[in-house]
């Protein structure tokens, strides 16, 4: 016991036991899972950020982001294998650490999810505003209609993205009453989404526009951009990692694959390969064609990516001109800049229908880490109360709308993916170290998955957050602390007393938890 009461872990795997799955997966089968799990969101939205953070070194951010997810997926890996139940990061903390570290997790994954979900509102809404509205219908939204506020960074002369308020709102909705995605049309936006980007690097790397001489200088702002800048190439690592996450879904089939010990790390590390060289590839292709140097402060240092002074100096080109860093739809707009509008608006339509479905994931994945912790007594039942015609947890949903929605109306896609991340390292990060204590504490549990050198990799994984993570702005950074201390006052004064374990009873109550609302589709960001 580190802080006092911990879960009991036999408890916990009783309930695994239950539901012991069949082994069918192989290596490849999980490798098209991973693949599929982690190309998403990040790709499409935060590829101006992270130019403007390392102009041509965002392709080096990207590898080292890479890195940083294939060691702490091997760790997620044998944890979810060992314990396959619902929670996540939160329960494996509780079960291992105590009840006060478990609710610090929890606590992190209830902003990593909301925020991150914020983060894809706001993506979505700039596919929606550039691709249907200019493109399409040729309706142009007001500046102050469709851009975080100028103060919070965003548009010249934003006030409110309501696109994004509007999109977060609708999936609120329909998780309440009761609608989710089926495993087979997140399978056809999947598809849509690698097809579109294969398509994107098929049209940029091969074309006349690209050249060599639009990397040069190759690190503008150099590897290291200083602590609580997040500039460099480190600090769009930090900010990029967004575009990874993803992969815990595939550390979760552990239980499901053939021969683990073999395919479950060939899976995890083959599909994060894979994805960070598409990335790698999807960078080049942007910059090689329209180039993708920083624009600078004068004093010879990018403006912080989403900032009042990015904004002013964007809003001084022609639509026709404009760069890399300063695009909503950095993609579709490379595309329509090199003579291909058509496929272009093709890729900005592909953002616009599979985004929402990210947004929908996230969002429901934040309502099962808060059922398991109010079902554990950490927060009020009356939370996790499920609706007597929808048979949804309406009112956790709502609550949870409704920050992603303010979120997504005023701060813009880097910083929520920066704040997002903060979140996930913390998460991350204590999943290593849950690792590295069973290995102590449970050595004789069976495990159908052991991470290889865990001596190695463990301490490497906690390193590798603690660098993304201060790496990250310094407003990103100071989110996760104020966000901890918050929840340590609603800890001590109202979980402590109210908590399942604390009043002795240890009833598990995983199983209700996934079983009394529709099963998670896994998907990506």
């Not at 992270?50 to 940083?68: D, E, H, W, Y």
């Not at 695009?327 to 608006?345: C, T, Y």
């Amino acid at each position: 016991m580190i802080f006092g009461r911990v879960k009991p872990l036999d408890a916990i795997l009783a309930t695994a036991e239950k539901k012991s799955l069949h082994r069918t997966l192989g290596w490849f089968q999980l490798t098209l899972f991973g693949i599929g799990c982690v190309i998403g969101t990040g790709i499409f939205v935060l590829t101006s950020a992270g130019a403007q953070k390392a102009g041509p070194g965002l392709m080096l951010a990207f590898a080292i982001a890479g890195a940083v997810c294939v060691i702490a997926a091997l760790c997620y890996a044998e944890i979810a294998a060992m314990i396959p139940v619902a929670g996540s990061a939160y329960t494996y903390s509780y079960a291992t650490m105590g009840e006060l570290v478990g609710w610090t997790v929890g606590w992190a994954l209830i902003l990593e999810y909301a925020v991150a979900a914020s983060a894809v509102s706001v993506g979505w809404s700039g596919y929606f505003t550039g691709t249907i509205l200019n493109e399409f219908l040729g309706i142009h939204l007001p500046a102050w209609l469709s851009g975080a506020p100028l103060a919070l960074g965003g548009v010249e002369g934003g006030f409110i993205n309501f696109p994004a308020v509007v999109i977060a709102l609708l999936i609120t909705w329909l998780l309440m009453i009761g609608t989710t995605e089926s495993a087979r049309v997140n399978a056809v936006l999947v598809a849509i989404k690698v097809t579109a980007l294969t398509a994107f690097v098929a049209l940029t790397i091969p074309s006349d526009a690209f050249s060599t001489d639009r990397f040069n200088p190759f690190l503008p702002a150099g590897v290291f951009g200083g602590f609580g800048t997040g500039l460099g190439a480190v600090g769009a690592a930090a900010t990029i990692f967004f575009a990874y996450v993803g992969f815990d879904a595939v550390s979760t089939a552990a239980e499901e694959t053939k021969d683990p010990q073999r395919n479950v790390p060939i899976g995890l590390v083959g599909s994060l390969l894979f994805c960070t060289v598409f990335y790698i590839l999807v960078a080049a292709g942007a910059i090689g064609t329209i180039g993708g140097q920083p624009i600078m402060g004068p004093n010879g240092v990018p403006f912080p990516a989403g900032s009042e002074e990015l904004a002013r100096q964007c809003a001084t080109y022609a639509a026709d001109q404009l760069p890399l860093v300063c695009s909503d739809e950095a993609l579709a707009h490379v595309l329509r800049q090199i003579g291909w509008s058509g496929v272009g608006n093709a890729l900005g339509v592909a953002a616009f229908l599979a985004l929402p479905s990210v947004i929908l994931i996230l969002m429901f994945g934040q309502t099962r880490i808060f059922f398991v912790m109010s079902r554990d007594g950490l927060l009020p039942e009356r939370l996790s109360a499920v609706h007597p015609k929808w048979k949804t947890p309406y009112i956790v949903t709502a609550i949870t709308g409704i920050a992603v929605a303010f979120a997504a109306a005023f701060l813009p896609v880097g910083k929520l993916a920066d704040i997002a991340n903060a979140g996930t390292l913390y998460a991350f990060m204590m999943v290593a170290i849950a690792v590295m204590i069973l290995r102590r504490t449970e050595a004789n549990r069976p495990r159908s998955f052991r991470t290889p050198a865990l001596s190695i990799i463990g301490p490497l994984t906690i390193a590798g957050c603690i660098f993304l993570f201060f790496n990250l702005p310094i407003d990103a950074m100071l989110v996760l602390p104020i966000w901890g201390a918050i929840g340590l006052v609603i800890y001590y004064g109202y979980s402590y007393r109210a908590s399942h374990l604390g009043r002795g009873l240890v009833e598990v109550h995983e199983d209700e938890a996934v079983n009394a609302i529709e099963p998670e589709v896994p998907g990506t960001r």
